[in-house]
């Protein structure tokens, strides 16, 4: 891994030796989400169909540290890492370069490094690349010290990709438009979740598209109002919640790879209240009564065979936060010496 500055460094500018403080790393930890509802409506003009959708923030997580750099771009680690591209299709990097426009600085060399440390699964319908926008827009907001409050770094998350907005809020949230407009769900109650991971990932596009094929040949299940949800997520009741989660796109995501029928069966088999296909899938979630029963279905699940691999998690957790800031530990000496 290249070494991120940190603290002072000293620079001639002209016949000056300045000491230009270059700020410390910031490191972001952002959240997984799931989509506790997901109504899919028609496809609008521009190729986006309109939602309606409850999503809930758990407590899978990257890390995402920015730092200013000679040597900018990208670095990926952790599970999964070797399928994510580090070049400037990269959400965190397309997401220094919308901030680094937004705020006036050269998109083409914003001076940045970031380096993300995967815990959410790649390709698994969780929005595992728009958390990193969201955490590479909050790690940019504290290391640049701009001014700019969450509202307006969703409006810029919103244009790289309709999830990066809730990765921003977290929580529980109910989404509309494409998913980018959202409304907080308060609530006070803790969801205890298992997570079944595929071997493969399956692409976004693709799952919405299946969804459209079949749709215009059957009539795939769909799914009810959003207000009863909304009255179960209240209650703080799992079993109640349970009989209501819903997503339009899982008929496609089983149309797309069948398997997942056997990984919905084997979660719930093991005694989970209710499973279901986490947005675009291929990732199962499954709502457990508590948290011991999370465990024991985990253990269980791990042994059926049907996925890659099994965790448990927690509903809902914040959206992107700063955990580190490293200070430089020696005094800050006078900024520039003659
Ligand atoms: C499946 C979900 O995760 C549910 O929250 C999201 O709808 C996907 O959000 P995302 O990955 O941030 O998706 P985007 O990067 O905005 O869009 C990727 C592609 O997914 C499809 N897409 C996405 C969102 C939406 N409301 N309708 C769509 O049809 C479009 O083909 C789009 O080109
Ligand atoms: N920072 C990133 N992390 C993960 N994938 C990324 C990233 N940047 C770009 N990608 C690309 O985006 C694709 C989708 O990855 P991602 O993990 O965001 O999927 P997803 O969780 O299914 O997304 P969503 O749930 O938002 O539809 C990957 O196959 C990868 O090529």
């Known amino acids: 891994m290249s070494r991120l500055s940190a603290g002072g460094a000293r ?12 700020p410390p790393p910031v490191t972001v930890r952002v959240p997984a989400k799931v989509n506790l509802h997901l109504s899919v409506g028609d496809v609008r003009p521009d190729g986006y169909h309109e939602l309606v959708t409850v999503f809930q923030a758990l407590s899978l997580t ?3 540290t920015v730092a200013v750099a000679d040597d900018p771009g990208v670095e990926v680690h952790g599970e999964g890492a070797a399928t994510v591209p580090t070049d400037a299709s990269n959400l965190a990097w397309r997401a220094v370069q919308a901030l680094a426009e937004r705020t006036g600085r050269d998109p083409y060399d914003p001076k ?5 440390r995967k815990g959410i699964p ?21 290391l640049w010290k701009l001014d700019m409050t969450r509202d307006e770094l969703a ?14 809020y977290g929580n529980t949230a109910l989404g509309a438009g494409r ?14 979740w298992v997570v079944a991971l595929d071997r493969r990932g399956l692409s ?28 179960a997520l209240a209650t703080g009741d799992p079993r109640q919640l349970a009989l209501l989660l819903g997503n339009d796109l899982q008929s496609a995501a089983v149309s797309l790879r069948p398997s997942l029928r056997r990984t919905l069966r084997a979660g719930v088999a093991a005694g989970a ?33 049907v996925c890659r691999t099994v965790r448990v998690a927690q509903g809902p957790v914040p959206g992107a936060r700063v955990v580190a800031c490293e200070e430089p530990t020696r005094p800050t000496p006078p900024e520039v010496h003659a």
């Open 179 to 192: 998913g980018e407009r959202l409304v907080p769900v308060l609530g006070r109650h803790t969801f205890h």
């Open 155 to 168: 409006e810029v998350g919103a244009r790289l990709g309709s999830d990066v907005p809730f990765a921003l």
């Open 11 to 22: 620079r001639r500018v002209g016949s000056t030796d300045v000491l230009a403080v270059v």
């Open 122 to 142: 790649v390709a698994g319908g969780m929005a595992g690349g728009s958390a990193d926008a969201a955490a590479t827009l909050v790690g940019l907001a504290a």
């Open 273 to 305: 209240l209710a499973g279901i296909v986490s947005g675009s899938g291929p990732t199962c979630a499954f709502l457990c009564a508590d948290g011991a029963s999370a465990v024991r279905v985990a253990a269980e699940l791990s042994g059926a065979g």
């Open 62 to 64: 990257d890390e995402v």
């Open 112 to 116: 940045v490094r970031v380096v993300i």
């Open 204 to 231: 976004t596009p693709d799952v919405y598209r299946e969804l459209d094929r079949l749709r215009a040949e059957s009539r795939p299940p769909r799914v009810g109002a959003v207000e009863p949800v909304l009255e």
